[in-house]
């Protein structure tokens, strides 16, 4: 499939790259608000870019941060994880609620692809001002438009078009939005 990525979860830089997320995200999670600049050097250093502004909060966890590109005034809120396995592209002014999962990562449906530990991954891309409710799950190689709400619970598995609410799962279009 068109930007699929194979790869080997065991191989040792896949492990590597893992490794260095967790030792990151860790740091990141144990710090109090008011270290705003440790925060922001260690957001740099984790992800691939971040904009102005951006605020994380504890039980954040990505599979390796590099992958990640944010936009500025990004939030994610309590126990968001990011598998970031191929790209995940995110926008300006996105917020992410309470136990949010995107992942760009899967595994083959046929036992022996498991057996020889491969996973595959896809991109992820959020465009502009987009609300990913409480417990939402964002499925690899999904497209979300701008000014989209995901309501919380869903799970997104097809690409959705801008000014769109979505709920349900699979997630559904509810309504449009202005």
């Known amino acids: 499939m068109q930007n699929e990525r194979i790869y080997d979860m065991w191989d040792a830089a896949e492990a590597a790259d893992k490794k260095r997320a967790i030792r990151l995200c860790e740091k990141l999670n144990v710090l109090l608000p008011e270290a705003e600049e440790e925060r922001l050097a260690i957001m740099k250093e984790l992800f691939g870019s971040i904009g102005e502004h951006p605020s994380i909060m504890p039980g954040f966890h990505c599979d390796t941060g590099k992958n990640i590109q944010i936009g500025k005034n990004f939030l994610a809120n309590y126990n968001v994880s990011i598998l970031d396995r191929a790209p995940v592209v995110i926008g300006d002014t996105v917020?992410?609620?309470?136990?949010?999962?995107?992942?760009?990562?899967?595994?083959?449906?046929?036992?022996?692809?498991?057996?020889?530990?491969?996973?595959?991954?896809?991109?992820?891309?959020?465009?502009?001002?987009?609300?990913?409710?409480?417990?939402?799950?964002?499925?690899?190689?999904?497209?979300?438009?701008?000014?989209?709400v995901v309501a919380a619970g869903a799970v997104v598995r097809e690409d959705i078009p801008d000014n769109t609410l979505v709920a349900g799962v699979p997630a559904r279009r509810i309504k449009a939005l202005s």
Request: zero cysteines; glycine letters at 12%; a positive charge.
């Open 95 to 148: 917020m992410l609620a309470p136990n949010v999962v995107i992942t760009t990562a899967s595994h083959p449906m046929e036992a022996e692809g498991r057996r020889k530990h491969l996973g595959i991954a896809k991109p992820v891309t959020i465009g502009n001002d987009v609300w990913i409710g409480a417990n939402a799950v964002i499925l690899p190689g999904v497209t979300i438009g701008n000014n989209v």
